[in-house]
């Protein structure tokens, strides 16, 4: 499974279509078996009272063995678990190993970089970052009005990973990069450990200091890697441009915004933004005693003030 | 069988001289029993009343609660798999757990399907994942030991309400941390001891650490829960 980095690697649909294929043979065998005797005696009362009967009868058959075949054509293309097998086959220490590498840069871009294709590692990694800003939402005091807490963590996690690995690879088709869709999906799973990082400290020690060093240093870590990564596999400089700034720059900006996103002051804005009908003497709820009390002693001091002139 | 055989003579043309050896012998006896006392053995039980039935399914599940709660190796669980524990212990948990309206309250508490979906999304992506990592374990087994592992959680999850009724200051979130932080790592150990048996040995760590974020993430919802003012 190490050597699974070509581009022309089996698909989805070719071993789909090889389990139907097969299926189909020990059907059609199996059919052929059983037809033969059941045509041998139906021969025999094909008039004209049974034709309607027995021919209704085959014709109801070929559409029923039709549709099942259909159907169980489609059922084993998509709901077949053993085609996602091969990218599960990994070891405890391989998913170590991969996670600790996704922060360190590869130094080499003449020739291609070996991409590992498996999805565990990427998809613990996105279910990790979920339950990290589940706390982080529960910790900032975020209301969600018209959804669930659950809901939007899960989407926004599983919407950037698969979301931006399709945008990437659309553009890397475009850019003629070598690269596949579950090897772009791996990078992009792997490189959400550095945002794991991040964000499991910075939700819980709330320094912005301490946060934008983080950003720098450890986002912009696990974003080299992959961008040196994809700039191996493309040839040219304004491909190798285009490419390599827009991944840099989402990841970079994903993270910055799920910091600041579920932060205390934010969710006042959410308020304002969304509620017509919230009264505005309720924003207005900073420092308001030590105005008024400095406000107030500024008029008595000036009432006294013109009474003592008078 | 010869009209086969002509048909796919092209195909295996060069097979045809390959015979069975005539030293293993094929013989038995093919006899279908004629079955109508065993359906009746298996229909008997639509003749007795409800409470024998219920009786019956509830002291089932009882006992596979005793199970969970001294996770031997025992294959109890896996050997007569039911969905009626998790239901209950699903639904309870929802219950406790669910909120008002979200007008009401500032704090936005899960509602009663968020719960419920989490606990059955997650059960069913931890037993995919530890299929499609080679497990000999079948689906609805899987559902069930996940399931049925659910139950300290609950019991944390009284303890807590319990807990909360005395007031909600440092002193019963430091309890209510024991308790839920014990009662997590119980759920994990005692599903571990019955999961990671059917996965190859090297392979373990990576089956249970999606059992200990799904089991953290329902004990981070209790642990959050604060009761209406």
């Known amino acids: 499974m190490e050597n699974m980095d070509d581009t022309s690697g089996s698909s989805f649909e070719d071993m789909g279509e090889m389990h139907q294929r097969m299926k189909e043979e020990e059907e059609v065998t199996a059919e052929a078996a059983a037809t033969e005797e059941d045509n041998g005696e139906y021969g025999d009362f094909l008039g004209m009272k049974g034709l309607k009967g027995q021919l209704g009868r085959q014709v109801a058959d070929e559409v029923w063995q039709a549709g099942k075949r259909q159907a169980s054509k489609a059922f084993n293309l998509y709901a077949n678990i053993d085609i996602l097998r091969p990218y599960f086959d990994v070891e405890p220490i391989q998913v170590r190993n991969r996670l600790i590498e996704s922060l360190i840069p590869v130094r080499i871009i003449n020739f291609p970089q070996k991409v590992a294709g498996e999805l565990y590692g990427p998809m613990m990694l996105v279910f990790t970052m979920v339950a990290i800003l589940l706390h982080g939402m529960k910790t900032s005091g975020t209301v969600i009005r018209e959804g669930t807490l659950m809901g939007t963590a899960i989407g926004t996690c599983f919407g950037y990973w698969l979301g931006v690995s399709s945008f990437i690879y ?30 499991f400290i910075t939700y819980n020690v709330h320094f912005h200091s301490l946060f934008y060093f983080l950003w720098l240093v450890i986002g912009g870590l696990s974003t080299l890697r992959m961008v040196a990564v994809l700039i191996s596999r493309t040839v040219g400089q304004t491909p190798r441009l285009i490419l390599c700034g827009t991944l840099a720059a989402l990841h970079m900006l994903f993270l910055l915004y799920l910091h600041f996103a579920y932060h205390k002051m934010v969710e006042g804005i959410l308020d304002t933004l969304e509620g017509p009908n ?33 | 069988m010869a009209e086969v055989e002509e048909s796919s003579k092209p195909m295996f043309a060069g097979l045809s001289d390959i015979s069975i050896s005539e030293d293993i012998l094929v013989e038995g006896d093919i006899s279908v029993p004629v079955g109508s006392h065993n359906a009746d053995n298996d229909f008997s039980t639509l003749d007795e009343p409800v409470k024998d039935t219920i009786l019956r399914d509830l002291r089932a599940v009882g006992q596979k609660f005793v199970h969970v709660m001294y996770p031997k190796k025992s294959s109890a669980l896996l050997r007569d798999w039911d969905l009626w524990g998790p239901l209950i212990l699903c639904v309870t948990l929802a219950l406790m757990l669910q909120g008002g309206s979200v007008d009401s309250e500032e704090e936005g508490r899960p509602q009663f399907a968020e719960v419920f979906v989490i606990i059955w999304f997650g059960s069913v992506i931890i037993t ?11 689906f ?9 592992c659910i139950l300290p959680l609950t019991v ?26 014990a009662s997590f790592s119980w759920s994990t150990f005692a599903s571990t001891a019955f999961l990671a048996d059917s996965q190859p040995p090297n392979r ?18 209790i642990l959050t829960f604060s009761p209406s003012q």
């Open chain 1, 170 to 199: 659309f553009l890397s088709y475009l850019c003629n990069a070598q690269i596949t869709m579950l090897q772009m999906l791996s990078l992009l799973g792997y490189g959400l450990f550095g945002h794991c990082m991040v964000l």
């Open chain 1, 278 to 310: 919230i009264p505005p003497i309720q924003r207005v709820a900073r420092d308001v005693p030590v105005v008024a009390s400095a406000v107030v002693n500024a008029t008595i001091k000036s009432i006294a003030a013109v009474v003592q002139s008078q």
């Open chain 2, 128 to 138: 995919l994942n530890s299929k499609l990592l080679g497990g000999t374990i079948s």
């Open chain 2, 140 to 148: 609805f087994q899987s559902l069930c030991v996940l399931g049925y």
């Open chain 2, 156 to 181: 944390a999850m009284i303890v807590c309400r319990i807990v909360l009724v005395g007031g909600s200051g440092l002193v019963s979130f430091v309890v209510r941390l024991i308790v839920v932080t």
């Open chain 2, 204 to 221: 373990k760590a990576l089956v249970v650490y999606p059992v200990f974020l799904f089991y953290f993430v329902i004990g981070w919802m």
